[in-house]
């Protein structure tokens, strides 16, 4: 069957076939093209601080440079030399340029060649500079992408970056980052991320912390008014005022991605997200004071941060196979902040409990449908978030 006859009869409002969870065919295109046009969280700001400072991340299968110029700017390249394409660099690291280690070809921060020993005349060096990956620094995270454009960019960055800045991630420092290497494919992976359905047989942690899964996480005639009134309640009377998302949730639905943030209550007189609701970090960025606050900032479906008080939380989702995605988890705080300031196993808690049981969900979930026994099955009432996620996809790979 083609794939367009296979994309043509999957049903509305319930999970896909099989092949889209398993099939490396479909996986190779998927990383060509579609996975290729989105933004992926690469990095903290802190990673690549000074001109010269530069990382070596994978992203679906290919290897870039992230480097800070002398100009301050940073950018991203394909790690594969001009010459006769080896891999450049192998590790993060600072250089004033960056040398081939084959036959010593050396680039400038900016990608140009600077030289290239040995080369017959008439050579024109000014073509064979390091091949550019669409890469953007907004607001202190690291973007990119394979075949995203740059320009696209620009209204996300005016969106999101004054509540960026507000939650201090420019001049954070990175407290703690752990892999979560799931055996599942990518959407496996997104559809849990979106969905609470599973929230109260899965997470009794995160449903402890979180009060908005009493309301959401279950159908019940009043939760969605009940929670609707508690967020107007705190948006009036214990947000901080001079956030930049404030009480205008924002969404916005651009041709290649939709991206928006919101901002809620934790509940339940927490101030922040750990076990005992107090913070595990001092106060970040222009904030005033704990208000109990936790901002996400998105661009679909791969980019999602979450902002506290007191630490701000980056999702990396990561394909890496037809049935492997890495997820990645990066707490910042204040850039000045220091242990005993700083309780790094308060702060990671409550997502790397959750995100270790999400992953054996994923694992068992993926299991399942490696089956012949598997097909696809209705999304309930509150899954319309990976049930709108799916469709998407389905209209943006058929193109
Ligand atoms: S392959 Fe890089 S210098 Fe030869
Ligand atoms: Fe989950």
């Not at 590790?91 to 050396?106: E, F, I, N, R, V």
């Not at 020993?117 to 060096?125: F, R």
């Not at 999702?315 to 990066?330: A, H, R």
């Amino acid at each position: 069957m083609n794939l367009q006859e296979l994309i043509a009869r999957q049903r509305p409002g319930w999970s896909l076939e099989q092949p889209f969870y398993t099939s490396a065919e479909i996986y190779d295109l998927e990383r060509k093209t579609w996975l290729a046009r989105q933004w992926y969280v690469l990095g903290h700001s802190s990673e690549v601080r000074e001109s010269g400072s530069f990382i070596v991340r994978d992203l679906l299968g290919e290897s870039l440079i992230i480097v800070r110029g002398n100009d301050g700017t940073v950018r991203g390249f394909f790690n594969v030399c001009r010459h006769r394409g080896s891999r450049i660099c192998d590790a993060d690291g600072k250089a004033a340029s960056l040398m081939c280690p084959y036959h010593a070809w050396t680039y400038r921060l900016d990608g140009t060649l600077r030289s290239a020993p040995a080369l017959p005349e008439g050579i024109d060096t000014s073509q064979l500079g390091l091949r550019p990956a669409p890469v953007k620094e907004i607001g202190g995270v690291i973007l990119g992408s394979l075949q995203g454009e740059l320009e696209s960019l620009e209204p996300v960055r005016q969106a999101l970056e004054p509540a960026l800045i507000y939650h201090g991630v420019p001049n954070a420092r990175i407290a703690a980052r752990r892999h979560y290497p799931t055996r599942g494919n990518w959407k496996l992976v997104m559809e849990n991320f979106m969905e609470c359905y599973h929230c109260f047989p899965a997470h009794p942690e995160y449903c402890s912390v979180m009060r908005h899964v009493d309301a959401l996480g279950r159908v019940s005639s009043d939760g969605a008014a009940r929670w609707q009134q508690t967020l107007e309640e705190w948006l009036r009377n214990q947000a901080n005022p001079d956030s930049p998302i404030g009480n205008q949730q924002f969404n916005f639905t651009a041709p290649v991605q939709s991206y928006g943030a919101t901002r809620a209550p934790i509940g339940g007189g927490c101030k922040t997200q750990t076990k005992d609701g107090e913070p595990a970090a001092p106060l970040m960025g222009e904030q005033s004071r704990f208000d109990g606050g936790v901002s996400t900032l998105r661009i679909d479906p791969f980019v999602y941060i979450a902002a506290l008080n007191d630490y701000v939380r980056l999702f990396q989702f990561l394909p890496t196979g037809p049935e492997t995605t890495d997820v990645v988890l990066t707490w910042l705080v204040d850039g000045e902040a220091r242990e005993p300031d700083v309780d790094i196993e308060k702060l990671v808690w409550l997502w790397d409990v959750t995100t270790v049981q999400d992953k054996a969900l994923i694992e068992r979930n993926a299991a399942g449908i490696r089956s012949t026994a598997y097909s696809p099955g209705p999304y309930s009432t509150l899954e319309s978030m990976p049930a709108q996620f799916v469709g998407r996809y389905l209209r943006e790979l058929a193109l």
